[in-house]
């Protein structure tokens, strides 16, 4: 089978979970004896990976901002035409868009007979996601049943669709009891984020507890792409500011990420304090593969995901609720999340106070992830675009 997957943002090692997502599927499906291309825009560099398609009629600012998206499609037949041309070219038996804008899904540039899949890792519901679903691609992959259920909230017809996980990039190493247990008297508390509001650190660090006695290490990177300028830049300094006021905590800068998992499992628990719903989780799910607990608030993907292998708590301000429909964006800077920040750090130090149940969820932590290898999920997205599986919901679905 020859699949291609068209995302023009990828780039090794970008902080997003598109592109991390899109990397994992590929080489599960090479692991298992496919080929998989993908299709980006941009200068090719000595970083790009086999299997990596650069394409000429498509030029992107080295920092986008998601309002101006649109406008780089306005005469779309000469990319239409090159990735139909690539296409042929390596006889593609499947394409995947994903996204509707930057996986080119409201254009759907496939030649006849070619199957399509349209990936959905965040909700949106604006004429460019219409205009996909217009397009009638063989196949919807949500990357989370959450999702599935959260475009059904917006009034997008989602019956039909299939989620298919992130798969983790690779197996980590999982640290043995006694190395478990020096790490949760001693050892740091971790977080891996990308530079944007949503994802609660500064809330965290403006409710940071006197007296934590621990390291708090937090890794903030820039991606390249925001949703209004100076948004990252602005966050990684008031961060910056906010933790060179406290005792043992520091900010870090972006790592690589195959060294995402290794970092994670020399924490004693992993913190994911987005105060926006994760659609899916990878900093957690990689966490989870290395025995390391998790704590975050319970909406979104998170409960399904950590299950047992870690503490949830509520957000206040949606209590009730399962996502944060009019939070977005600017809108998150009027909203004081401290109280549920402080919920959060009370939940850590529980759960680190608790020796039985700590280790109780590092052993349960690899079991909730265990089917998240590149060749399984590779295996799921091949039965899902052959109509082999059965729809999210769907009589049988497992």
């Keep these: 089978m020859n699949v291609a997957f068209v995302l023009l943002t990828h780039s090794s090692d970008e902080p997003a979970g598109v592109e991390r997502a899109v990397a994992s599927l590929a080489d599960g499906l090479r692991e298992i004896g496919h080929r998989a291309l993908i299709i980006a825009a941009g200068k090719p560099g000595a970083e790009d990976e086999p299997g990596l398609v650069r394409l000429d009629s498509v030029r992107l600012p080295d920092l986008l901002l998601f309002d101006d998206l649109p406008q780089l499609f306005a005469e779309p037949e000469s990319v239409c035409d090159e990735v139909r041309a690539v296409l042929a070219a390596h006889d593609i038996d499947v394409v995947c868009w994903a996204d509707a804008v930057v996986g080119l899904g409201f254009l759907s540039p496939a030649p006849p007979g070619v199957r399509t899949a349209l990936m959905v890792h965040f909700l949106r519901v604006d004429d460019h996601m219409r ?83 621990r390291p708090l290490q937090i890794v ?26 406290l005792p043992g905590v520091e900010v870090l800068p972006a790592i690589p990420w195959l060294d995402v998992q290794p970092f994670l499992s020399g924490a004693a628990l992993t913190l994911v304090p987005s105060t926006s719903p994760e659609t899916f989780g990878n900093v957690a799910a990689e966490s989870l593969s290395v025995g390391t607990p998790v704590v975050g608030y319970g909406f979104g993907h998170l409960p399904l995901l950590v299950g047992g292998a870690g503490r949830l708590v509520d957000l206040d301000v949606v209590s009730g609720f399962g996502h944060l429909p009019a939070l977005t964006g600017k809108a998150l800077e009027s909203v004081d999340f401290t109280g549920s920040a402080t919920q959060l750090w009370q939940a850590v130090t529980e759960l680190l106070d608790d020796a039985d149940a700590y280790h109780a969820a590092s052993r349960q932590a690899p079991r909730q992830v265990a089917g998240q290898t590149p060749a399984a999920v590779a295996r799921q997205f091949l039965r899902i675009t052959e109509g082999l599986a059965a729809p999210a919901g769907a009589p049988g679905q497992e």
Excluded: Y
């Design 131 to 213: 205009r996909s679903l217009d397009r009638l691609p063989d196949a919807v992959l949500a990357v989370s049943p959450f999702m599935i259920d959260e475009a059904a909230r917006a009034g997008l017809d989602s019956k039909g669709w299939h989620a298919l996980p992130n798969a983790l990039l690779s197996t980590g190493r999982t640290p043995d009891r006694a190395e478990r247990e020096r790490l949760r008297r001693t050892g740091p508390v971790r977080i891996v984020a990308r530079a944007d509001p949503s994802k609660g650190v500064a809330e965290l660090l403006d409710a940071f507890p006197e007296g934590f006695g």
């Design 220 to 245: 903030l990177a820039q991606a390249g792409f925001e949703l209004w300028p100076g948004m990252q830049e602005d966050m990684i300094e008031g961060c910056r500011s906010r933790a060179a006021e």
